[in-house]
């Protein structure tokens, strides 16, 4: 036992049943070029036709270069920028967003938007308020150009940035450098109540607002695809939306708070298991750290089956998620005496 938990707290309070680690050779950038990989032969593309790569994410390997480089070296992308976006957990739908508007102004004409994250490698694994909610992933997604009334309808995104200090990370970041402090060390910041308070509030006035330009009543929307951090935020949400919860997808059991990664996971998990029909209205909320929030009412495509499958996958860790856990607190704690 490494923290002061038990499972029935967290299921009870989070809905979370789940998390995966990433393992040691495995980076953010590691996991967005794979999901990258897999989102071009689902659509039947290749790196030659991208012309945009932005990765969200909150764990980039490195300050700079950005993982969207990385993403982009590593598929043999040529054409085109590529660029990190910081939103923490509205980073992926934020990213949506930003590259449709370069598809719309004709700058890009195949943007991938990739989520990503590996928080295991910035938990403090000591710290039992905060390390049972998080866990690793990525997906990707493809935006291309269409004649067709597809994609974005409408978007409304926001941020309470006089909040931002109730969800915060010490110990990484140019105001710890040149310190004496070591870098890497993290202690989190987080006022778990508040957060939900203010998760709910921002999605769900989003939703309302997106809806209510569109003139839609949520009888009209066929799935809500919901930034995924506790299925209680996600209930509550969905009730001030007006959406029932049989139309709004849930995987936070399987996954935990992956951040930016936890949209595009959920899209993709729901496209698979048949969820979302051609044509289908979608409602998408993300919060997350800045406070970041937003809704998306998006249009999706006539496709809903994959042209290719890509067998790309990352090799087994030779490490169980506790021993690396169990390194991760040991290495904490002699880098701190
Ligand atoms: N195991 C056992 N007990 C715990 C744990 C744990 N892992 N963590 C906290 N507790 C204890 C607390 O110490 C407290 O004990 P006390 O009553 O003796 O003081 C008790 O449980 C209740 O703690 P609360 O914080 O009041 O619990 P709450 O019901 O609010 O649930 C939670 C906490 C799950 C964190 C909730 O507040 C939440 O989900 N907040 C939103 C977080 C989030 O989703 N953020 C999204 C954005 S994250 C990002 O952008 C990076």
């Known amino acids: 036992k490494t923290v002061d938990t038990t499972s029935d707290w967290i299921v009870q309070r989070t809905g979370i049943r789940?998390?995966?680690?990433?393992?040691?050779?495995?980076?953010?950038?590691?996991?967005?070029?794979g999901a990258a990989r897999k989102a071009l032969a689902a659509a039947g593309l290749t790196?030659?036709?991208?012309?945009?790569?932005?990765?969200?994410?909150?764990?980039?390997?490195?300050?700079?270069?950005a993982t969207a480089t990385q993403v982009q070296a590593a598929l043999g992308v040529t054409r085109g920028a590529?660029?990190?976006?910081?939103?923490?957990?509205?980073?992926?739908?934020?990213?949506?967003?930003?590259?449709?508007?370069?598809?719309?102004?004709?700058?890009?004409?195949?943007?991938?938007?990739?989520?990503?994250?590996?928080?295991?490698?910035?938990?403090?694994?000591?710290?039992?308020?905060?390390?049972?909610l998080f866990g690793d992933g990525a997906a990707a997604v493809v935006l291309q150009a269409t004649p067709?009334?597809?994609?974005?309808?409408?978007?409304?995104?926001?941020?309470?940035?006089?909040?931002?200090?109730?969800?915060?990370?010490?110990?990484?970041?140019?105001?710890?450098?040149?310190?004496?402090?070591?870098?890497?060390?993290?202690e989190w910041q987080f006022e778990g109540q508040d957060i939900f308070k203010k998760a709910v509030?921002?999605?769900?006035?989003?939703?309302?607002?997106?809806?209510r330009r569109a003139g839609l009543t949520p009888e009209a929307i066929d799935l809500v695809i919901p930034h995924q951090a506790n299925l209680r935020i996600?209930?509550?949400?969905?009730?001030?939306?007006?959406?029932?919860?049989?139309?709004?997808?849930?995987?936070?059991?399987?996954?935990g708070n992956m951040s930016a990664a936890t949209v595009p996971v959920a899209l993709c998990e729901a496209l698979e298991e048949g969820r979302i029909a051609p044509g289908a209205r979608l409602l998408m909320p993300a919060f997350g750290g800045g406070l970041t929030f937003c809704a998306h009412?998006?249009?999706?495509?006539?496709?809903t089956q994959p042209i290719g499958l890509s067998s790309i996958d990352l090799p087994p860790s030779p490490h169980s998620?506790?021993?690396?856990?169990?390194?991760?607190r040991r290495a904490k704690g002699h880098a701190l005496t």
């Open 47 to 65: 790196a030659a036709d991208v012309d945009l790569i932005i990765v969200a994410t909150a764990t980039p390997d490195y300050t700079f270069p």
């Open 321 to 328: 998620a506790l021993e690396l856990v169990q390194r991760y």
């Open 18 to 33: 789940n998390r995966y680690i990433v393992g040691e050779g495995e980076t953010t950038s590691t996991l967005a070029t």
């Open 297 to 303: 009412l998006v249009r999706w495509g006539t496709r």
């Open 148 to 186: 067709r009334d597809e994609g974005v309808q409408l978007e409304k995104l926001g941020c309470y940035g006089e909040s931002r200090e109730i969800l915060r990370i010490h110990g990484i970041g140019g105001a710890y450098v040149h310190q004496g402090r070591l870098l890497g060390a993290t």
């Open 234 to 255: 996600i209930e509550f949400v969905a009730k001030r939306a007006g959406v029932p919860m049989e139309r709004v997808y849930v995987n936070v059991h399987r996954y």
């Open 201 to 211: 509030h921002g999605m769900g006035s989003a939703c309302e607002d997106v809806l």
């Open 82 to 132: 590529a660029f990190d976006l910081q939103a923490v957990c509205s980073g992926f739908v934020f990213g949506v967003s930003v590259a449709e508007k370069f598809i719309a102004t004709g700058s890009s004409t195949c943007a991938l938007v990739i989520g990503a994250e590996t928080f295991s490698r910035i938990l403090d694994w000591s710290d039992r308020t905060t390390c049972v």
